[in-house]
């Protein structure tokens, strides 16, 4: 099978190609060049799988497999389908997952989409995810690896996408064991540190980065009664759970901490509350997107709410087959600080049943 490789530099992407050739793969790598120019705007780093030194990485990496090596130019379609995507979301009051994004549009849809076209069977990614062929199609499961698992942000994919996606570090032990393993094959990457954070905002400042991309918008910073308690100097960029920075002029009858609740853009005004507040048992979604059938309503799943969440149980109470339907469930443990925007991903054990992007979440009885 003809394997394309995306290589960004790390370990992970290296040992995935690794394993590739070792399955008997006829494997190439490409490195994916997604920064706009060479230096982010207001200064900084570009971190992440952007950087002039991870595309040197990568070309290390591929000499040392001996496969052929390529960079690809995808900086536009990064920069329209993750980056202005991320700054229209957060000016709209949305808390969006870039990774997730970026999985989505352009790992598995762009790069796949051209691979494809030239003849190869497959994309192969340092993902902690496993891809389990059945009868139906192909499944998306966890890693064997719980604290690295990242089948979360690739709950986003349809079958047709898994079919052509090669996971091969889902049965992985440990990182350790990838690192030991990259280092036994000589593999300069081996001790190369995770990339953290948006690796297109400079030095991890996404409140600064934001604010030179949104205009500012003054408003009030209201309680749940209505009443005015501070002042932002825009809504957008607030998400829900935030403490920081609130500009609070008033303190709470209680004393204790206030959060964010919610972000209104149109009304320009940022609800602030007490953290019991912040808890929600019944979240809906949008958009669904379904690794087999969509689960009948009332059926038991565990729903994730973030790339690091717990697994929660619940119920699901609505799920539409289709991509413009909704999907409800009522979860049986209450999380906090549900945004708009963020990922629900639904679980049946370690199978991804599916996701749907939140666009509310609230408590039993009272309005979102």
């Known amino acids: 099978m003809r394997v394309l490789a995306a290589l960004s530099g790390g370990v992970d992407s290296a040992v995935a190609a690794a394993r ?33 030194e991870d595309a040197r990485d990568a070309r290390r990496a591929a000499d040392v497999l001996g496969v052929p090596f390529y960079v690809w130019d995808l900086s536009e379609r990064f920069g329209a389908d993750v980056v202005d995507d991320f ?15 970026c999985n989505q549009r352009v790992k598995f849809a762009a790069l ?25 199609g192909p499944r998306l499961h966890r890693a064997a690896d719980a604290a690295k698992d990242q089948s979360y942000v690739l709950a986003v994919l349809p079958p047709h996408r898994l079919a052509t996606a090669l996971f091969p570090l889902g049965e992985a032990a440990s990182k350790d064991d990838v690192r030991a393993e990259a280092a036994r094959r000589g593999l300069a990457v081996a001790d190369k540190p995770d990339s953290t954070d948006i690796c297109f905002v400079p ?86 997107v379904w690794c087999g059938p969509a689960p009948a309503p009332g059926a038991r799943v565990g729903a994730q709410l973030r790339a690091h969440g717990a697994e929660l149980p619940c119920v699901v109470q609505r799920a539409d087959e289709a991509a413009d339907g909704a999907l409800v469930v009522r979860l049986l443990t209450p999380a906090r600080a549900v945004a708009p925007g963020q990922l629900l991903a639904l679980y049946d054990g370690d199978r991804v049943v599916g996701s749907a992007t939140v666009t509310a979440a609230a408590r039993a009885g009272v309005p979102a």
């Open 203 to 288: 030095d991890g400042g996404t409140k600064a980065w934001l604010d030179e991309r949104i205009p500012a918008r003054p408003g009030a910073v209201v309680d749940t009664a209505g009443r005015v308690v501070g002042a932002h100097a825009g809504a957008a960029g607030h998400t829900v759970g935030q403490r920081r920075g609130l500009r609070l002029g008033v303190p709470a009858p209680d004393g204790r901490p206030r959060y964010v609740l919610s972000v209104s853009v149109a009304r320009g005004t940022v609800t602030v509350g007490g953290e019991q507040e912040l808890l929600a048992d019944v979240v809906e979604a949008e958009h669904p």
């Open 87 to 101: 700054v229209a979301e957060y000016a709209a009051g949305r808390t969006p997952n870039p990774c997730v994004r």
């Open 112 to 136: 796949a989409d051209r691979a494809l076209a030239l003849g190869f069977d497959a994309v192969t990614t340092g993902h902690y995810a496993r891809r389990v062929d059945t009868p139906d």
């Open 20 to 52: 590739a050739l070792d399955a008997g793969h006829d494997v190439v790598g490409v490195h994916l060049a997604l920064a706009r120019g060479s230096a982010p705007a207001g200064g900084g780093r570009v971190r992440g799988c952007c950087t002039v």
